[in-house]
């Protein structure tokens, strides 16, 4: 019984995320590569934001592609033009323009049993006993995402992507973890397209 109790609660704080896509490429940027991209997550609180942009940076390096994020090269505490913000591309060599909006999610929590705990001692004729009891919940998220890759060369749109991520447990439903599903996604979506090796 032990050895089920354990399994189970294995089972609910581990797992993973998993991220879901519809991906379309723009046929005239199909194959193009990319050397160095801007990433931009206007709607993102601060945390998530670092979580994504610094998976995703990772995953481009690994791919001998440069990053670079919105907020370093236009930092957020400023108001931009349209022309400040494509002077600040050209100024960085920025090739590609990658734009992850966040879109709705939910989350839930579910009563799924409490473990009980118990002792007891005895001295002579009179027993002590002590008992707790724990509540165990399992969570799930579920968040969606609208993606655009635009070309910095010609000023279109080389390919959009909606996305979905979701998971259920206690320790996978974090945002390290979110982040990490997305950045893995994006790229993997991104070498399918050909637009990173």
Not at 56 to 69: F, I, R
Not at 98 to 115: F, P
């Amino acid at each position: 019984m032990k050895l089920i109790a354990l399994v189970l609660f294995a089972l609910i704080m581990t797992g993973c995320a998993t991220t879901n896509t519809e991906t379309h490429v723009d046929p005239d940027h199909q194959g193009k590569s990319y050397s160095k991209i801007m990433i931009d997550m206007p709607n993102a609180d601060f945390e998530f934001r670092k979580l994504v942009t610094d998976e995703l940076c990772k995953g481009l390096s690994e791919k001998a592609v440069s990053c670079a994020t919105r907020d370093e090269l236009l930092p957020p505490t400023r108001e931009y033009t349209e022309a400040q913000i494509f002077q600040a591309i050209e100024d960085h060599e920025i090739d590609g323009w990658l734009v992850v909006g966040i879109g709705e999610g939910e989350s839930d929590s579910q009563y799924i049993g409490s473990q009980q705990f118990g002792s007891a001692t005895v001295y002579g004729n009179t027993v002590y006993g002590r008992s707790s009891s724990i509540p165990m919940r399992s969570f799930s998220r579920q968040q969606g995402y609208s993606l655009r890759l635009f070309d910095m060369d010609t000023k279109g749109t080389a390919f959009v992507m909606d996305a979905s991520t979701s998971a259920s447990g206690m320790a996978n439903v974090t945002n390290p973890v979110f982040a990490r599903s997305l950045a893995r996604t994006i790229i993997d979506e991104m070498s399918t397209a050909g637009f990173i090796e």
